[in-house]
T-cell receptor, first 118, second 116 residues
Framework: GAVVSQHPSWVICKSGTSVKIECRSL??????MFWYRQFPKQSLMLMAT?????????EQGVEKDKFLINHASLTLSTLTVTSAHPEDSSFYIC??????????????FGSGTRLTVV | AQKITQTQPGMFVQEKEAVTLDCTYD???????LFWYKQPSSGEMIFLIY??????QNATEGRYSLNFQKARKSANLVISASQLGDSAMYFC?????????????FGKGITLSVRP
């Protein structure tokens, strides 16, 4: 089945530094990647939608200069948290939609990244 | 706009018993898909079951079944013969079908605890 590989699984960084999270679709081409943020015991909140070869679409209230998304190829999308602060500590997870022809438009999730900013 | 409502704060069930997790939704689109995901403490999102808005029959996947009542806009998940490994957070979600950019809208989730 469709697999999305997300790295790193967890990261601890110092306040003020930047962190890059990668999501790769291993056996299918992901034209669209969704990036979510999740606080403990809460729901997944969509941050942005990235499309291969074009600029990402950010949800209202999400700082596009702080959360840089790049979707340079059909198999790789990255989220960079710039100048991270403790309040950016969260669980980040990506999801890609399967392309047409694979039954319904299912979603495949990465395994998530736990970011801790100290 | 699409909205998913999960109001049960937490559920407890005895091992081997069945449990129903509630989900109601709101959308003006005639075509949509409904999903249930399981999220254990590890954080991974595990797909459980899918129901399309035009599907005539309720979806079933092993011990999981979806009680789809379109007129009432509800899509409850039924887990039969609960197991200790079913303890996790469960999310109901909805998407529009057809568009590659269609995003998943999640409910706030329900924590299920299975007692031995």
């Amino acid at each position: 089945g469709a697999v999305v590989s997300q790295h790193p699984s967890w990261v601890i960084c110092k306040s003020g530094t930047s962190v890059k999270i990668e999501c790769r679709s291993l056996d299918f081409q992901a034209t669209t990647m969704f990036w979510y943020r999740q606080f403990p015991k809460q729901s997944l909140m969509l941050m942005a939608t990235s499309n291969e070869g074009s600029k990402a679409t950010y949800e209202q209230g999400v700082e596009k200069d702080k959360f840089l998304i790049n979707h340079a190829s059909l198999t790789l999308s990255t989220l960079t948290v710039t100048s991270a602060h403790p309040e950016d500590s969260s669980f980040y997870i990506c999801s890609a939609r399967n392309r047409p022809g694979q039954g319904f438009y299912g979603y495949t999730f990465g395994s998530g990244t736990r970011l801790t900013v100290v | 706009a699409q909205k998913i409502t999960q109001t049960q704060p937490g559920m407890f069930v005895q091992e081997k018993e069945a449990v129903t997790l509630d989900c109601t939704y709101d959308t003006s689109d005639p075509s949509y898909g409904l999903f249930w995901y399981k999220q254990p403490s590890s954080g991974e999102m595990i797909f459980l079951i899918y129901q399309g808005s035009y599907d005539q029959q309720n979806a079933t996947e092993g011990r999981y079944s979806l009680n789809f009542q379109k007129a009432r806009k509800s899509a409850n998940l039924v887990i039969s013969a609960s197991q200790l490994g079913d303890s996790a957070m469960y999310f109901c979600a909805m998407s529009q079908t057809g568009g590659a950019n269609s995003k998943l809208t999640f409910g706030k989730g329900i924590t299920l605890s299975v007692r031995p």
